[in-house]
T-cell receptor
């Protein structure tokens, strides 16, 4: 089954404790993105990647890092999480412009 | 940068009625406009899209219209059913993999 998977689905952590949210897709897509979703703000792009070792900032990259060492994986790294990074995070992948497949989401709470 | 406004934020209709959601965008360079449906606890799912060289596109009960001159596009759902209840997002593609989303419309279809 073609899908985008994210782990963990739910995470509660404390300020400053480094964490990684994994994202994997099995569709051999070149393009992957991370979004955060906040009430009243819709989805905002954090980072995107057009291929292995090629990443670029989206609209809200501050406080986040990404890496793309393999085509299927695109982890999101929070080196020092803060409460304002409490949000619902989505990973997405696509093989052509705009047609993005979203993962199920990761709900992160930073206390 | 691109700004996408979406209205209304909530929409309640009776089963069988039509529903219309409207979006405006600011960047005339945007040329791809997808619509996503997000059900509770799930990631957004693409339901229909339109490119700037097309004025209208239909897929069964769903249609999207685009007015490039006025920079607005709309989602039309006819013969609504309770399973259409969800949050709908419009988006504009300002460049490859750079999707800017509207803030969402919560559609409630009452039996």
């Amino acid at each position: 089954e073609a899908q985008v998977t994210q782990n963990p689905r739910y995470l509660i952590t404390v300020t400053g404790k480094k964490l990684t949210v994994t994202c994997s897709q099995n569709m051999n897509h070149e393009y992957m993105s991370w979004y955060r979703q906040d009430p009243g703000l819709g989805l905002r792009q954090i980072y995107y990647s057009m291929n292995v070792e090629v990443t670029d900032k989206g609209d809200v990259p501050e406080g986040y890092k990404v890496s793309r060492k393999e085509k299927r994986n695109f982890p999101l790294i929070l080196e020092s999480p803060s409460p304002n990074q409490t949000s619902l995070y989505f990973c997405a992948s696509s093989f052509e412009r705009g047609l993005q497949y979203f993962g199920p989401g990761t709900r992160l709470t930073v206390t | 940068g691109e700004n996408v406004e979406q209205h209304p934020s909530t929409l309640s209709v009776q089963e069988g009625d039509s529903a219309v959601i409207k979006c405006t965008y600011s960047d005339s360079a945007s040329n791809y406009f997808p619509w996503y449906k997000q059900e509770l606890g799930k990631g957004p799912q693409l339901i229909i899209d339109i490119r700037s060289n097309v004025g209208e596109k239909k897929d069964q009960r769903i249609a999207v219209t685009l007015n490039k001159t006025a920079k607005h596009f709309s989602l039309h759902i006819t013969e609504t059913q309770p399973e259409d209840s969800a949050v709908y997002f419009c988006a504009a593609d300002t460049g490859f993999q750079k999707l800017v989303f509207g803030t969402g419309t919560r559609l409630l279809v009452s039996p």
